[in-house]
Structure formats: C-alpha cells, structure tokens
C-alpha cells in the first residue's frame, strides 16, 4: 500500500515537472518569435519616417534674465499610434541653468524613473495609468528650470539613441523619431 502511495506521488511530480517544462519552452520559443519579429526595445523603425514620434519642447525658444525661472513643456504627439511610456534622457549646460524639478502630466501619471543628474544629463521615465493610451498630443513632462548665467542660445538636447516612445500598437518596438531640441537665450 505503502509503494501504491509513493509511485503515485512520483507520478504526480513527474506530471508537474513535464507541465512546467513544457510551459517553460513555450514560453522561450514565444519570446525569441516576438524579439525576431518586432525587433528589441530600443529598435527603431525607419521604413516609414512620417509614423515616428518624437519629442518636442513647448515653447522650442525662450529668452529669459539671469536669475528667473522658467518652465518647458515636453510634448509626444503619437500621430497615428497609441503610446502608453516612454523614457526621455536629456542633457543641458549646468552652468548656464539649473533644473529644479520635473512634473508629471496629467496623462503620464506614473512616473518610473525621475534623475537630475550634477553633470546636466536628466533621465526621466513614465508611462499612464495601465490600461491608458494616448493617441492624440499630450504632455509628456514639465521642466522647471532657474536661469544663472548669461547664455546665447544654448541647447537643451534629447538623446535620441538612449530616449524612447513606446506604441502599443507595436508592441517592443521604439517608434521615436526625431526630437527637436530647445534653445534657451539669457540675458543679465
């Protein structure tokens, strides 16, 4: 009776174990189909320029006095897609402005990762709440920057091979085409 108990236990884990690594190689076989055919996370798509989104600052130009703060929008308009994250690395002559804070928009209301970094490069990521998209322009992020040096036309410029927009429509691809950058003009 005793051997009746322990062979049917060792049945059971063997069917448990057969189940597992069946799930498991599906599984695998399921990501490498999906990493080949949409290509990885950072990929981006070029048959079609005009689909790519991209970053772009509102105002694109602001000419501002040392000592004043000033705020920057930062806009994704996904075109045809629907976006739900995306992941923005940007960088900004420290000596010349500081950037005090980041906002979260009312649409991209989760925010995954927010660092200022000393140097001047900024990395920021965040996504709507699940189940969101966004199909139409929005703000992506507000900056709140503080003027400390005369400057002429200096750059607040997105790296766009580390910078991301995610669609879901494509689903592990990074559709984010070109971003435009800002130009910041101080004075005394």
């Not at 976006?83 to 005090?100: E, G, P, Q, T, W």
């Not at 991301?164 to 910041?184: C, F, H, T, W």
């Amino acid at each position: 009776m005793e051997s009746k108990v322990k062979n049917k236990n060792k049945l059971v884990y063997i069917l448990i174990t057969a189940i597992f690594v069946v799930a498991g190689f599906l599984l695998y076989k399921n990501y490498f189909y999906t990493a080949k055919k949409f290509g990885s996370s950072h990929e981006q798509r070029t048959e079609n320029k005009d689909d790519l989104i991209g970053f772009s600052f509102a105002p694109e130009k602001i000419s501002t006095t040392v000592g004043k703060d000033f705020i920057m929008e930062v806009r994704i308009d996904p075109k045809k897609h629907t976006v739900s994250n995306a992941d923005l690395i940007f960088s900004y002559d420290k000596s010349k402005m500081r950037l005090d804070s980041i906002s979260q928009s009312e649409h991209f209301v989760q925010v995954l990762t927010s660092k200022i970094a000393d140097d001047g490069n900024v990395s920021y990521s965040a996504a709507t709440v699940f189940g969101l998209t966004i199909n139409s322009q929005a703000v992506y992020a507000t900056l709140h920057f503080h003027a400390l040096a005369k400057a002429d036309s200096v750059p607040i410029a997105i790296d766009q091979k580390k910078s991301g927009i995610y669609a879901d429509d494509n689903p592990g691809v990074n559709i984010a085409g070109e971003s435009k950058l800002a130009l910041i003009s101080i004075t005394d």
